[in-house]
């Protein structure tokens, strides 16, 4: 009971009305817009998203109760327009107590229920709305959580939501869709959420300036499809062929090599979204002689890792998986990169299977300043 006693004093402390927007920008272009206000009873905001077929609308809102928690939550998705979408819930109802969660999916002529038990539990928002995050905050620092909740989206079952601790005053979202890097201030008021460890990659700043959502909403233009899918080929011989299958993100003026983009000592997908994959017909040998990599007929992944001290591609046998999925285990080899500097800005990430001769070829990389290489001999005969 004194802890709960506490834990009322401590939360609730006297806050008030507190409205903030949040800019989210994938480089140079603006995908998202958060606004919220925060009091010490309730949170209520609204977030538009440009996502690759329509732009999006979320409202939600979070009643709070003495002790700061969470006891009730909504969220509404809408269109551009602020009209409901088709065959969707008019609006998704959580109910919480100190021991169960229940989710009420509200449609037009039907109410879908669903209760968990869970102790103190909160609620997973869409991606682009962290501004209830400073209720979680909050509870963390009155000592009401020291690692993760219960918590349950709109869909699917309960999971859970938290903060893993880092230097200063950033912690690292868990729980969510991205490890998100939140960064608050003595208020637990958010500052700024940074995706680029992520594959989000799109980066959030606070300000107080009111912004007319329902305008920019009219406004905004669908993203389209982010890292459209390529296939790079190569020709080598009757019936010899290379084809390397990948998505070819932008640069969106950020830093790429050692960079936001594909960081020191991390390994990344060659690409975005599903796993680059690599075909061949033909035995490749990849790499000068005391250092080559030889890749049988078939099909492979393909991942970079870049270092202070050189750069690696990653040839791996594992095959059909999102590009975020590496398995070491499953690796054929590695073979050193050449980098070096392109004569001009790369925006879109290109890979190119150049044919020197039916028996020799290159593998190029080109992003952003630089490119990375490797040639490789092909076999000719048959397997």
Do not use: C
């Not at 819930?89 to 969660?101: G, L, N, Q, V, W």
């Not at 989000?200 to 669908?222: C, E, F, Q, Y």
């Amino acid at each position: 009971m004194r802890r709960f006693l506490l834990l009322s004093t401590l939360l609730p402390a006297a806050l008030s009305a507190q409205s903030a927007s949040v800019v989210y920008r994938l480089g140079k272009d603006t995908v998202a817009i958060e606004q919220y206000t925060r009091t010490a009873t309730s949170l209520s905001g609204e977030m538009v998203q440009r996502s690759g077929a329509a732009v999006a609308r979320v409202r939600y809102s979070m009643t709070l109760g003495r002790n700061g928690r969470p006891t009730g939550a909504s969220i509404v998705r809408l269109a551009a327009d602020g009209s409901l979408p088709p065959n969707t819930p008019k609006e998704t109802r959580f109910t919480i107590t100190a021991d169960s969660i229940v989710r009420e999916m509200v449609f037009a002529d039907s109410v879908q229920r669903r209760a968990f038990a869970a102790q103190q539990a909160f609620v997973n928002f869409p991606v682009f709305v962290y501004g209830p995050m400073e209720v979680l905050a909050a509870i963390r620092k009155a000592g009401g959580v020291t690692d993760s909740l219960p918590a349950l989206g709109a869909t699917g079952n309960l999971g859970y939501t938290g903060f893993a601790a880092m230097s200063g005053d950033s912690v690292r979202l868990k729980g969510a869709p991205y490890a998100m890097i939140l960064r608050l201030d003595g208020k637990q008021l958010l500052l700024s959420v940074d995706g680029t460890l992520t594959t989000n990659k799109s980066v959030g700043t606070r300000s107080t300036a009111g912004v007319d959502l329902a305008a920019i909403a009219k406004t905004m233009k669908p993203t389209g499809v982010l890292s459209l899918r390529e296939v790079a080929r190569g020709g080598f011989g009757q019936g010899g062929i290379v084809l390397v299958d990948y998505s070819r993100p932008q640069v969106r003026e950020r830093t790429v090599w050692g960079g936001t983009l594909v960081p020191f000592d991390s390994v990344w997908r060659a690409g975005a979204n599903d796993a680059t994959h690599l075909f061949t017909t033909r035995t490749l040998t990849f790499g000068a002689p005391g250092g080559e990599l030889v890749v049988p007929p078939g099909q492979y992944t393909l991942f970079v890792q870049h270092t202070r001290t050189g750069t690696w591609l990653i040839v791996n046998k594992q095959t059909g998986q999102w590009g975020t999925v590496h398995n070491a285990a499953n690796d054929l080899g590695r073979v050193a990169l050449t980098l070096a500097p392109n004569k001009d800005h790369v925006e879109e990430f290109t890979i190119m299977v150049k044919s020197l001769s039916p028996a020799r070829g290159t593998l190029e990389l080109a992003w952003g300043p630089s490119a990375a290489s490797v040639t490789f001999a092909v076999s000719m005969g048959r397997p």
